[in-house]
């Protein structure tokens, strides 16, 4: 947020008429850096906003390393994000049957009152089950465990015959929903576990830095149309660039 402020407070002055009549206004580098040096920034929030990023990423080893060091406290129990990271490896690996095991002991009510997510574990089981080539299972389970999903919800249906059209074809790759087979279906699976289960212990099940980040893109693209200034290009490393003139 406090980039943010930066940035939009120089849009407020170079918005002024003095400003606008004449062409883009220049801003030094000794200039922009006296602005930020300007704004005060308690080490207490940096300290919460790292913290927040590696409770809700999952860096179990890294949080405790910090807590430590930087005397800042989770949220949550930090032996709750290694429950979790094993729910989202399970996912990740294909073992949907244990994921959704040790969902159920760390909190049952989460696929009880979640029946979106409950389904995609079911799609995501069926996909393994393809994968692996048990064509008679595959179809047994979409049939008992699927298909009366379906009756009930227009968009399960949809899935579900998009998941099935995988047995149609001998080549995936000529199959439409291929993608479906690929690792990032997966890891779109378990970061929808990942979330309800943040969402269950009461914590964010994003992040705050990236929002921070795409606000930052955000506000330099609009100070483009107005200035030219340094700005950071490259996010890794976080240089300011001088300005082209």
Same mark, same amino acid.
């Given at each position: 947020?406090?980039?943010?402020?930066?940035?939009?407070?120089?849009?407020?002055?170079?918005?002024?008429?003095?400003?606008?009549?004449?062409?883009?206004?220049?801003?030094?580098?000794?200039?922009?850096?006296?602005?930020?040096?300007?704004?005060?920034?308690?080490?207490?929030?940096?300290?919460?906003?790292?913290?927040?990023?590696?409770?809700?990423?999952?860096?179990?080893?890294?949080?405790?390393?910090?807590?430590?060091?930087?005397?800042?406290?989770?949220?949550?129990?930090?032996?709750?994000?290694?429950?979790?990271?094993?729910?989202?490896?399970?996912?990740?690996?294909?073992?949907?049957?244990?994921?959704?095991?040790?969902?159920?002991?760390?909190?049952?009510?989460?696929?009880?009152?979640?029946?979106?997510?409950?389904?995609?574990?079911?799609?995501?089981?069926?996909?393994?089950?393809?994968?692996?080539?048990?064509?008679?299972?595959?179809?047994?389970?979409?049939?008992?465990?699927?298909? &009366?999903?379906?009756?009930?919800?227009?968009?399960?249906?949809?899935?579900?015959?998009?998941?099935?059209?995988?047995?149609?074809?001998?080549?995936?790759?000529?199959?439409?929903?291929?993608?479906?087979?690929?690792?990032?279906?997966?890891?779109?699976?378990?970061?929808?576990?990942?979330?309800?289960?943040?969402?269950?212990?009461?914590?964010?099940?994003?992040?705050?830095?990236?929002?921070?980040?795409?606000?930052?893109?955000?506000?330099?693209?609009?100070?483009?149309?107005?200035?030219?200034?340094?700005?950071?290009?490259?996010?890794?490393?976080?240089?300011?660039?001088? &300005?082209?003139?």
């Amino acid at each position: 947020m406090f980039l943010s402020r930066i940035v939009l407070r120089d849009l407020d002055s170079i918005d002024s008429p003095t400003s606008m009549a004449s062409s883009k206004k220049v801003v030094t580098r000794d200039e922009w850096e006296r602005k930020l040096r300007d704004v005060k920034i308690r080490k207490e929030d940096m300290n919460r906003l790292v913290m927040n990023f590696l409770v809700t990423e999952g860096f179990v080893d890294a949080a405790d390393k910090f807590r430590i060091e930087s005397g800042t406290q989770p949220e949550i129990d930090l032996a709750s994000i290694t429950d979790r990271m094993e729910v989202k490896r399970a996912v990740q690996t294909g073992n949907v049957q244990e994921a959704i095991e040790k969902i159920n002991d760390l909190n049952p009510t989460i696929l009880d009152t979640n029946p979106q997510l409950y389904f995609h574990l079911q799609q995501q089981k069926l996909i393994e089950l393809i994968r692996a080539g048990k064509i008679s299972e595959a179809l047994e389970f979409a049939q008992e465990e699927l298909a &009366p999903r379906g009756e009930e919800n227009q968009t399960f249906l949809e899935e579900i015959e998009k998941t099935v059209a995988l047995l149609v074809f001998e080549d995936v790759k000529n199959c439409p929903y291929g993608e479906l087979l690929d690792v990032s279906q997966r890891l779109k699976t378990a970061s929808e576990v990942n979330a309800a289960i943040l969402t269950s212990q009461s914590h964010e099940k994003d992040p705050k830095l990236p929002s921070l980040l795409k606000m930052l893109l955000w506000t330099q693209n609009q100070l483009d149309e107005k200035a030219a200034y340094p700005r950071i290009n490259d996010f890794t490393t976080a240089e300011l660039q001088d &300005p082209a003139i």
